[in-house]
């Protein structure tokens, strides 16, 4: 017989990350809305806090200082993780990662183990003004100089960017092979001469951390500043999305939705209208239904992608078919939130205005939906559905 059952540990895992979000986090979330950062006195003692519980950096392994977890089990955080804002699990729970596992010697203590301490914050740069969905047509480049890399170009949309200690960048060391050995990742500080945040970009939603245009002009890095293997920046990174698209993706649009779905729930059995709680209306009802059933089938399909990742299958195409439909399943839902909560759903009273905004940015980062969707089409075409 499989089965399907949480282990006791894991269980109480979540529970325990479920109590912190909850009793913890969400009462952060309207004060960092309203200021756009989060209050730096209030998230010392927080983040210590989860460090304490050994809830920071819970994607990385055991032996980095990280929570060591499967991919499965790493989903099921994940989901509780969701049930808060963006800007606050980045800052309480930590945003590592997971290429930096291949910092090696210097790079090590300089990189990896202060970011999985919380002492340092990360950024990833890869997108550019005429390179995005198409991320190996960038046009930054990276050339060597006796000892040194010179990089030049221009990064934007970079979440963190403006505050990052250090920044992953993606640059061209080889135009002719681009994606197939020509592309390289450099670790750039912060203060590095030619670095500069060149403009803050407001978004619609994810208030609370900054996303920045970036300006590299004969940017100078030591010859070691390679992440990873020089041309070998384009496979690292494809090979780390996966995990990043599953869990940051996928099952935190579960937990998001179902927080949302236990708002509506409580709506349609209190809210009277016309005499009688609104659940009782057909119309309400299958809101409530159809966000339920979408829930679960995304659940399961996240799960399932999970369990054969960690027995090491391929699963590219179901991390595709995961990534759209979870972000398309979160936007409806949240939709369908607002909607049941009538004028108080579309106010600034609830959250549901700001889950609605915040999850709207799920279906175009990390890969559209469009993208993922051809992906699988791709894939379905040429070896058909495995499931
Ligand atoms: C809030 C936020 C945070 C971000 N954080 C980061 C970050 O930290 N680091 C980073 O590097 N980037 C980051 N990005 C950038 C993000 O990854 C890109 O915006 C995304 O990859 C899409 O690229 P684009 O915006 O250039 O859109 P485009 O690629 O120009 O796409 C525009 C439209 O064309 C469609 N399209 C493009 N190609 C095809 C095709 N082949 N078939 C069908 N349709 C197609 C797209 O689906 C989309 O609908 C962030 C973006 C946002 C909004």
Redesign the pocket.
Known sequence: MIDFSVPEDIRLLTETVRRFVTTEVQPLEAEVESLGQVPEGKLRPLRAKAQELGLFAMNMPAEVGGGGLSVVEMCLVEEELGKTSDALIRRVFGQVYPMLMVCRGEQRDRYLLPTVRGEKIC?????EPGA???AAAISTTAHLDGEEWVLNGT?H???DGDVADYTIVMAVTDAEKRARGGITLFLVDRDTPGFTVARKQP?MG?RGYG?AELSFNECRIPRDAVLGEVGGGFRLIMGSVSAIRLGHIGARAVGMATRVLEMMRVQAAERRQFGQPIGEFQMVGQMIADSAAEIFATRMMVLNTAWEIDRGVDARDKVSMVKFSASEMLCRVADRGIQIFGGAGYSKELPLERIYRDAR?TR?????S??HR?LVARGVIKHGLSL
């Open positions: 950024a990833m740069a890869i997108t995005g969905s198409d990064k949309y970079i979440s978004m994810h996303h940015v175009i980062y990390d890969g559209t469009e993208i051809m």
